[in-house]
């Protein structure tokens, strides 16, 4: 008999998300100092599928201390770049894991099914932050969120994260850093329709997401979308 996943149930993990979040809170309110523009984008309701680049770990706890949902967050299965004493908050959370294979196939089911249900979605088009330099410039990305949005049809907002790879560096200097996170408007949804080819549809789709995610970020962060 072939394996069949479960269906995820959204919200959930109750019990462990909303104190993850009031420590997510606690830590941008004393360790960085942040600067969020255009929070009244934020929806009140779902679906809504967040995109956003992907400059550091922190980008994620980010969303967690600011947004009113329990989102879900796909993230990168072996997580290169975290801190070793910080992996257990993304897989507390219960971040849907994204590599190559069978996980990323379950991950992207489970993405569309938190849909499905109104739910929230954030997911890092950017993909792992392995061998990123210490000033970081947006990259081409992976077409998983296109895939999602042309699969689930849900509304996008794209957000744009800068000054997150400074946090640890400016905390082992005994400062705090300046990270400025800027909302952009919702846009979307995206379908595919009869007679469009799949791949280049996605591909499509791929290059909207990354040029509204780009264009939240200052000039010099917009690597190959300047």
Request: charged content about 20%; glycine content about 8%; cysteine-free.
């Amino acid at each position: 008999m072939p394996n069949q996943q479960k269906t995820i149930q959204y919200p959930r993990r109750h019990l462990i998300r909303w104190p993850l979040k009031l420590v997510a809170r606690l830590a941008v309110k004393f360790l960085i100092k942040l600067r969020i523009e255009n929070i009244e984008n934020l929806p009140k309701e779902g679906p809504l599928m967040l995109v956003g680049n992907h400059f550091a770990f922190v980008d994620f706890v980010i969303i967690l201390a600011k947004t009113p949902w329990l989102v879900e967050v796909l993230g990168d299965y072996e997580m290169p770049n975290v801190p070793g004493y910080l992996k257990w908050i993304p897989r507390a959370w219960g971040a849907l894991p994204v590599n190559q294979g069978i996980a990323s196939r379950h991950s992207l089911r489970a993405a569309q099914q938190v849909l499905e249900q109104n739910g929230f979605v954030m997911v890092f088009p950017e993909g792992r932050l392995a061998d990123r330099p210490k000033n970081p410039v947006l990259s081409e990305g992976n077409p998983g969120a296109a895939y999602i949005a042309l699969r689930s049809g849900p509304p996008i907002l794209p957000i744009g994260f800068d000054g997150t790879y400074d946090i640890f560096p400016s905390l082992a200097k005994g400062r705090r850093a300046n990270v400025t996170v800027r909302i952009g408007e919702p846009f979307g949804p995206f379908h595919l329709e009869a007679g469009q080819n799949r791949q280049e549809r996605i591909n499509e789709v791929h290059e909207i997401i990354m040029k509204k995610i780009a264009a939240l970020l200052p000039p010099e962060r917009r690597g190959v979308y300047s």
